[in-house]
């Protein structure tokens, strides 16, 4: 069996060390012109015994284990780990020695945390930015809402008797209340003891519509209030419809429907949005048109021609209605189609927004515009 070539020739020598009955020396000592054939081959495959199929290439390394990472030196079992590693550092083996009263009463981690608590208050609450962002929470949140009551009892907590929550409450509305009057910006003249003082006792200039300053006179016009109701589930619900159109016979007026529960609800709210939905026009030497006009919603066709001055209105009532709350007086009116009340003001408004004054058309079509006088003495 030991005259074998090749592989097959070291397995042969397996299978016989294997079998032998002699010792391992001896094994050795029989073998040794077998193993002395064979030392270039285990020489080459090194002590593990490893002989790879392939060459090995030059930029081979093989992996290192990685280091087992360190144990870390935390304090010893039975210590108390709250009081901080830095400060037992920087004062040594002393640290833990009570050294106040306070210490002496509640202990060493319970003095410390009322020191933090301490210079907390002196600071002026925590930095950190949850405190912070609650804090934002609570000074813009309405009075009675969840934010403000979780705020006050935040702020309460850190109070020791019902005076310094008392105080605490009044010094923060009192900031509130300042900062509040801040942001309106208001001017001298704006500032009146007489109000601030007494806040139930409005004069009556106070009491004047804003829309009357930015306007002018306003005045509305209740054109219908229908009945309406809608089928549901649990029956039949019953509201109110309101029209109302509105203006300042001087170039600005506008139109509002409103629904409520009860016909005097649908009037305020359609006044409210007649108010809100304002459309301006520049009238014609204060009292027409300058071109002829076309609106259309729906199936509804409104014309509206423009005419000399001094002819005065006339159409359909409703659309003469509206020309009057923008201060027209000089106009032709026409309507087509199917004239409902609702179709007939969306038609003669979207007429109205197509109108463009002199000033617009000379602009646009890039001319000087000249009044007669000037054009006559420039022989025009």
């Not at 409104?302 to 923008?326: A, C, M, Q, W």
Request: aromatic share 4%.
């Amino acid at each position: 069996t030991t005259v074998v070539v090749g592989r097959e020739r070291l397995v042969a020598l397996r299978c016989t060390s294997l079998f032998s009955t002699s010792t391992p020396a001896a094994a050795g000592a029989d073998d040794g012109d077998a193993s002395s054939s064979d030392a270039g081959a285990s020489a080459s495959s090194g002590s593990s015994g490893f002989r790879p199929r392939r060459r090995v290439p030059r930029t081979y390394r093989p992996l290192q284990a990685r280091p087992k990472p360190k144990a870390r030196r935390g304090p010893p079992n039975g210590s108390d780990t709250l009081f901080p590693q830095a400060m037992e550092q920087e004062l040594g083996s002393d640290a833990r020695r009570p050294s106040s009263d306070l210490e002496q009463t509640f202990g060493l981690d319970a003095a410390e945390a009322l020191r933090s608590m301490a210079r907390r208050k002196e600071r002026g609450g925590a930095p950190d930015i949850e405190a912070q962002l609650r804090a934002v929470d609570y000074l813009t949140a309405p009075s009675g809402s969840t934010e403000d009551m979780v705020g006050e009892r935040r702020a309460a907590m850190e109070s020791w008797t019902e005076e310094e929550r008392r105080d605490f409450t009044e010094t923060l509305d009192k900031l509130i209340e300042e900062e509040r009057v801040r942001g309106l910006k208001l001017t001298a003249l704006d500032k009146d003891d007489d109000l601030t003082k007494n806040r139930g006792e409005v004069p009556q200039d106070a009491r004047v519509d804003p829309n009357q300053r930015a306007f002018g006179q306003w005045g509305e016009t209740i054109v219908r209030v229908d009945r309406v109701q809608k089928v549901q589930r649990g029956g039949t619900m019953v509201r109110y419809r309101c029209l109302v159109v509105g203006g300042n016979a001087n170039g600005c007026a506008g139109f509002g429907i409103g629904k409520a529960s009860s016909p005097a609800e649908a009037t305020q709210v359609a006044i409210r949005m007649c108010k809100r939905n304002v459309f301006f026009v520049d009238r014609y030497q204060n009292s027409g048109l300058s071109s002829d006009l076309v609106g259309k919603h729906n199936s509804c066709r409104v014309l509206l021609r423009s005419v000399e001055p001094n002819i005065g209105l006339k159409g359909h009532d409703l659309v003469t209605l509206i020309l009057t709350y923008f201060g027209i007086t000089d106009c032709s009116a026409k309507t087509h189609g199917n004239r409902n009340i609702y179709n007939v003001v969306r038609a003669t408004f979207k007429a109205i927004c197509t109108h463009e004054s002199l000033e617009e058309i000379a602009l646009k079509r890039g001319k000087r515009l000249l009044n007669l006088e000037r054009a006559k003495r420039l022989q025009i």
